[in-house]
T-cell receptor, first 113, second 113 residues
Framework: EAGVVQSPRYKIIEKKQPVAFWCNPI?????LYWYLQNLGQGPELLIR????????DSQLPKDRFSAERLKGVDSTLKIQPAELGDSAVYLC???????????FGPGTRLTVL | QKEVEQDPGPLSVPEGAIVSLNCTYS??????FMWYRQYSRKGPELLMY??SSGNKEDGRFTAQVDKSSKYISLFIRDSQPSDSATYLC?????????????WGLGTSLAVNP
């Protein structure tokens, strides 16, 4: 069974530029999560989807971040414009059920210069 | 007070030692308790999850949950150098849009040969 796929793995951009991350969850997993992780910190939830519905986006900075999960499968997370403080690893995870037992992708390491 | 407290370490032990990793929490609504392992530059990997109180064993790993004390533990027996990683606790509770998912900061473990 294929795991969670994320792309790109690394991205370097200048501040004020837009950037987008893509995630393909494990087949059959209805719940999808986007996280931000800084070095030495635990993951911080940005948004959680149940199928195509965003059920928890309370921590998503909506002035610059947006996300979509069309057809309840793939998802895209976008930042526009990026700021220096957005440099971090962006993780996508999916889960098959209610217990929030999640399976993570390798992450996208974003560097904003 | 944070909802989840986890000692960041670092924890350094000799090969073969028994390792104890712990988290405390404050929200009694949490029902699912999870432990993840994260190697450097990788996404977190689900190790074990437990529903409500009790013990769960999987090979060299044992997860314990004490809901009365709001305390969870992960024990690693016969620790190996390959166990060197960051260990994250996570917990969730509630339903639907009120479901809450919280992560600890992670404990860095080094097992020395």
């Amino acid at each position: 069974e294929a795991g969670v796929v994320q792309s790109p793995r690394y991205k370097i951009i200048e501040k004020k530029q837009p950037v987008a991350f893509w995630c393909n969850p494990i087949s059959g997993h209805n719940t999808l999560y986007w996280y931000l992780q800084n070095l030495g910190q635990g993951p911080e939830l940005l948004i959680r989807y149940e199928n195509e519905e965003a059920v928890d986006d309370s921590q998503l900075p909506k002035d610059r971040f947006s996300a979509e999960r069309l057809k309840g499968v793939d998802s895209t997370l976008k930042i526009q414009p990026a700021e220096l403080g957005d440099s971090a690893v962006y993780l996508c995870a999916s889960s098959p059920g209610l217990a929030d037992t999640q399976y993570f992708g390798p992450g996208t390491r974003l560097t904003v210069l | 007070q944070k909802e989840v407290e986890q000692d960041p370490g670092p924890l350094s032990v000799p090969e073969g030692a028994i390792v104890s990793l712990n988290c405390t929490y404050s929200n009694s609504a949490f029902q699912y308790f999870m432990w993840y392992r994260q190697y450097s530059r990788k996404g977190p990997e689900l190790l074990m999850y437990t529903y409500s109180s009790g013990n769960k064993e999987d090979g060299r790993f044992t997860a314990q949950v004490d809901k009365s004390s709001k305390y969870i533990s992960l024990f690693i027996r016969d620790s190996q150098p390959s166990d060197s990683a960051t260990y994250l606790c996570a917990m969730s509770g509630g339903a639907g849009n009120n479901r809450k998912l919280i992560w600890g900061l992670g404990t860095s473990l080094a097992v020395n040969p």
